[in-house]
């Protein structure tokens, strides 16, 4: 009975665990595992911006152009050529997906961050929206800011 308890506590852990993992794949390559302790690590960034019901929030977390970095996908000196037809497929627990051009998370086209977030007003997410939600400050309509994020791609787009 004991023996039983114990495995079935197992279970419930390791479903807590792999809840809050998100998986980053770059092409064919493996993917990278990311928890929030991995994700707490890497460089955040702070912005305002309100949600979806109008109220004024900060949201913390890691730009996607540095998450991509930490699974070895840079973006490169300069996009171009075949790095144009690349994208990136953001995928939610739900299956609601969303897609970003790479031009869109580089600091060096553009102002308004893509921010994979791990925090808001200080707290972590709760699980209706993490514990990873996409945040895109400018952005008017917040269609792309994907709540319960489980999976990026990089994924370059067919030749037709
Ligand atoms: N996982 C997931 N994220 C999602 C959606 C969804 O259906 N599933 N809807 C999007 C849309 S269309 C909007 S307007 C906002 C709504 O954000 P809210 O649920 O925090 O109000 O979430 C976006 N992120
Ligand atoms: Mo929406």
């Not at 197992?10 to 479903?15: A, G, V």
């Not at 497929?89 to 869109?104: H, I, M, Q």
């Not at 895109?136 to 792309?144: A, M, N």
Request: hydrophobic letters at 45%; aromatic letters at 6%; glycine letters at 6%.
């Amino acid at each position: 009975m004991k023996t039983l308890l114990r495995s079935w506590l197992f279970l419930l852990l390791s479903i807590a665990a792999h809840a809050a993992e998100l998986s980053v794949k770059v092409g064919d390559a493996e993917a990278v595992k990311l928890t929030a302790e991995d994700l707490e690590l890497l460089p955040h960034q702070t912005v305002k911006a309100k949600d979806h019901g109008g109220q004024e929030a900060e949201w913390t977390g890691v730009p996607l152009y540095q998450v991509l970095q930490h699974a070895g996908f840079s973006l490169g000196d300069s996009l171009r050529g075949v790095a144009l037809a690349r994208y990136v497929l953001v995928t939610a627990a739900d299956g609601y997906r969303a897609v970003y051009a790479l031009p869109e998370l580089d600091p060096r086209c553009t102002d308004d961050p893509v921010i994979l977030v791990d925090a808001m007003n200080g707290q972590a997410l709760d699980a209706k929206q993490g514990p990873f939600r996409m945040v895109l400050p400018k952005e008017r309509r917040h269609f792309r800011w994907v709540r319960q994020v489980v999976k990026i791609e990089v994924l370059t787009a067919p030749a037709s």
